[in-house]
Structures are given as structure tokens and as C-alpha cells.
């Protein structure tokens, strides 16, 4: 909130008074004498504005080293083991606890760390060439699934049929187009 600071007058004395923006404010401002209850009246001399006070920054979280036994939480493992499913999480949380135990880095925020490291395993992971697994299903036939374990879908794979080395390549693999 902007304020302004009004500055009254009665001699060589000076009143100053602070008002939200918008408040109007008298010509004259008139004061009782505790002394013999004489009236005083100061002038107004003028107007400026004044810096509103800042909210306070929020405090800063402590860089702190990850416990030993540190763990993250269960709602953030639940969303992390269905985005990224290659990754070995009791494995990987070993390997970053012993990573920055060994470094001795500290960190404000040990669950967003663990989020990114398990992102970056699952990313390289995919870049190594894990797949999901493939499962069986009952009426599935050997084409359905060779395009579901080849991460394709059936109209990309529609889509490539009419490329004639392509075709030669997946019927080396045992798959009939």
C-alpha cells in the first residue's frame, strides 16, 4: 500500500503525518496546548510520498546434508514409480544417499534432488534401450505383439508396411505383415 507523508507547520515546529494513498487530509491541522489549552494551528506545508514497507522475504530453507536413513515421501514414490518404471528404486536411493554422503553436499531439498535423479536414471535407462516388459495377453496375436513390445502402435506400424527394407527387417524377426 502506497502512503503519503503530510507535513504540517506552526513556527519552527513540525508535524508530520502518514496517510494510506487516498486518505484526504486537512488545510490546517488543529492541536489543544496541555499547558493552558490554547489552540495551535499548523499549517500545511507539504506532501511526499513514502516507500511502502516490503513484506518480509520468506525464510530460506538450511542447506542440510541427506541422513543416512533418509527416505522419500510415500505420495512422491507413488508418482515416481509409474512415470519412470526401469528404474531399481531401493538400488538408485542407495546410490544417491552414498553419492552426496560421499561428496558431502548439502542441499536444501533432498526430495526434489531424489525426483530428478530417479528422472535422470529412467531417461537413461530408456536411451540404453530398456523396454517394458512384455506381457501375454490371452488372444494376442505374434504381429500385436511384436508392435506392442517394439514400443509402436498398430497404426505406426500400418504406416511403415509399405516400406519395402523395413518389411525385410521385422520378417528376419519372425514377424508376418
Not at 561428496?103 to 531424489?114: E, L
Amino acid at each position: 500500500m502506497t502512503r503519503s507523508a503530510h507535513t504540517y507547520r506552526l513556527g519552527d515546529v513540525e508535524v508530520v503525518l502518514t496517510v494510506p494513498e487516498g486518505i484526504r487530509v486537512p488545510r490546517a491541522l488543529t492541536l489543544k496546548r496541555t499547558s493552558d489549552a490554547a489552540d495551535a494551528v499548523f499549517e500545511h506545508a507539504g506532501v511526499k510520498a513514502v516507500r511502502a514497507r516490503t513484506k518480509p522475504k520468506p525464510r530460506i530453507a538450511a542447506q542440510t546434508m541427506i541422513p543416512e536413513d533418509w527416505t522419500p515421501p510415500p505420495a512422491e514414490l507413488e508418482k515416481l514409480r509409474a512415470s519412470c518404471p526401469s528404474v531399481n528404486f531401493d538400488h538408485e536411493l542407495a546410490q544417491l544417499r552414498d553419492f552426496y554422503i560421499g561428496k558431502g553436499q548439502h542441499m536444501k531439498d533432498w526430495t526434489a534432488v531424489w525426483r530428478r535423479w530417479m528422472r535422470k536414471t529412467h531417461k537413461e535407462n530408456v536411451e540404453r534401450g530398456w523396454k517394458p516388459s512384455a506381457k501375454p495377453r490371452g488372444d494376442e496375436t505374434a504381429k500385436e505383439r511384436w508392435i506392442r513390445t517394439h514400443g509402436l502402435t498398430v497404426a505406426e506400424y500400418e504406416a511403415k508396411k509399405g516400406d519395402a527394407e523395413w518389411l525385410k527387417m521385422i520378417e528376419r524377426r519372425g514377424v508376418v505383415a
